[in-house]
């Protein structure tokens, strides 16, 4: 049938409206995807491209600023380190706290030893070089090159002075006094030591896997692994698992150790296990001791840090949880995964750090930690109550004319409770690394320091029966009892100033 002038016009626009609106979502919906897929494909490279070298690193760059140009989230995170930031027991200052006046018992602890007159809070790993440089232990007392191996980039040092031995090179160096060893040249004049630990010493420059780099790191983990395991010739950049080498990095400095007594090189103790029962064994073995007490005349250990030992005692390390994954948490970057190289206290961010297998809050999680730590610290007063004691006890016997083969069994007491107190008041985690095992080492120490004050009672009394009278004053009975004092925040002679952090971050 044919329109007529009667009927109304057709309307064709909403239809061609609607191929319009189909077409134009269909074109978003196509951008949509082909932008996703591009998404997926650009994060999917960076998952297989981690990091592009823009320039070539190898065995001798020391310099991070250069390792940075390749990987520049990992070197700001690492920049970091300056940063001022405290825990309920310990952190980072500006002005490092002296333990000699917050703890002033250390001061007897330690007399006739260089820690008796500068022990400061350490800072963050940008200040290891900085910071000996400047401690008293070391500008008031002769120090080894030894010294050196924990605090500085000091490979390519080692290599040059061993002539491509890093072994021979690490034993020359440790034998030099400090400061020949850090001012070592190369033959063009060059100076080999100029940073603190940076990239290369956990490094392979070649293909960025985690490495040991520290010659008494390998010989002490060989020697644990014969002893535990019955492997022979266990070398750790072979034989460990990537997991293992996110805590064994770690453990290359922040152990117990001490230098040989004729050359000076660095030794761990691990020949019969790393636990402190193991060491002190061994140190009696070889008939080692660090000094003779300057307030008793006991023949001395001195305990430095051991993180690595006290954190395989406790529950992380049986359940396969790495160093690196509470103090170097993992972070997102695109579609990268990396370790956050601003090493610090878990609980500075308990987010990535804690959260990621805790369940609860964070605030509930922290409470549970200062718990440990604040019973840690208690037995830490009981034991220095008790070992302080002993000494007064001891020195008083020794005034009223003990010999030392009087105070042979008192002198081994005081030795090992003394050494079990420092184990654990030196050991940075307050406790927290292993609770169970800082308990159990600290009740032995306040035993065994009861059990020498008991010994020397019986010396004393025996003394007198036989007509010694006991002095007005033991020399050194004085020291140790200050009232504890908070430093206050201000510059201190023998710290390094804030404005000589590396250069870029102030």
């Not at 009667?6 to 189909?22: E, V």
């Not at 090159?145 to 090179?169: K, M, N, Q, T």
């Not at 004691?389 to 016997?397: F, G, S, T």
């Given at each position: ?83 001022h930031e405290r825990t ?137 692994m014969k002893h535990e ?63 003779t007490h300057g307030y ?211």
């Amino acid at each position: 049938m044919s329109q007529t002038s009667s009927d109304p016009p057709r309307k064709k626009f909403p239809l061609q409206r609607g191929y319009i609106i189909a077409v134009a979502l269909t074109a978003g919906v196509t951008i949509i995807i082909v932008a996703l897929l591009m998404n997926i494909f650009e994060r999917r490279t960076e998952g297989q491209t981690p990091f592009y070298r823009v320039v070539e690193v190898d065995e001798e760059t020391v310099d991070p600023k250069v390792w940075a140009q390749n990987w520049p989230h990992q070197y700001d995170s690492y920049m970091r380190t300056v940063d001022h930031e405290r825990t309920r027991y310990g952190g980072s200052s500006a002005v490092p706290m002296q333990k000699l006046d917050k703890d002033p018992w250390l001061k007897k602890m330690w007399s006739g030893y260089a820690f008796a007159v500068d022990y400061r809070e350490a800072r963050g790993h940008a200040y290891m070089l900085l910071d000996q440089e400047e401690t008293e232990r070391v500008t008031e007392f002769q120090q080894p090159g030894a010294c050196l191996h924990c605090h500085a980039s000091v490979i390519p040092a080692y290599r040059f002075a061993g002539e491509g031995d890093v072994w021979a090179g690490f034993v020359k160096m440790s034998g030099m006094p400090y400061e020949e060893a850090r001012n070592i040249v190369d033959d063009s004049g060059e100076q080999l030591i100029e940073h603190p630990v940076a990239c290369v010493d956990c490094h392979n420059p070649e293909t960025m896997s985690l490495r040991v780099s520290r010659p008494a790191f390998k010989a002490g983990i060989a020697a644990l692994m014969k002893h535990e395991r019955g492997i022979e010739d266990y070398d750790v950049n072979r034989d460990a698992s990537r997991q293992e080498m996110r805590t064994y990095v770690c453990g290359q400095c922040h152990v117990e150790y001490y230098f040989d007594p004729q050359d000076k090189h660095v030794i761990y103790p691990w020949a019969q296990g790393i636990n402190v029962d193991d060491e002190i064994a061994y140190y009696d073995e070889v008939g080692f001791n660090d000094w003779t007490h300057g307030y008793t005349g006991t023949p001395m250990l001195k305990a430095q840090h051991p993180e690595f030992e006290l954190y395989n005692a406790g529950t992380h390390a049986a359940a396969g949880v790495a160093c690196a994954d509470c103090h170097m948490p993992y972070e997102r970057m695109g579609a990268m995964k990396v370790s956050n190289h601003h090493v610090r206290s878990p609980l500075l961010d308990m987010a990535s750090s804690c959260m990621t297998c805790h369940g609860g809050s964070e605030s509930d999680l922290r409470q549970r930690v200062h718990t440990i730590q604040d019973t840690t610290q208690g037995l830490i007063d009981r034991a220095a109550n008790a070992l302080v004691e002993m000494m007064d006890d001891l020195a008083l016997a020794r005034a009223m004319g003990a010999t030392p083969e009087d105070l042979a069994e008192a002198y081994r007491l005081h030795r090992e409770a003394q050494f079990r107190l420092d184990w654990i008041y030196s050991e940075n985690s307050r406790g927290f690394h292993a609770p169970q095992e800082a308990a159990r080492v600290l009740a032995d120490a306040i035993d065994q320091a009861r059990q020498a004050q008991l010994e020397a009672r019986r010396i004393i009394a025996a003394l007198e029966a036989r007509g010694a009278t006991r002095p007005e004053h033991v020399e050194g009975s004085e020291v140790g009892t200050e009232k504890p004092v908070k430093p206050e925040p201000a510059p201190v002679e023998g710290v390094t100033p804030a404005e000589q952090a590396p250069a870029g971050v102030y």
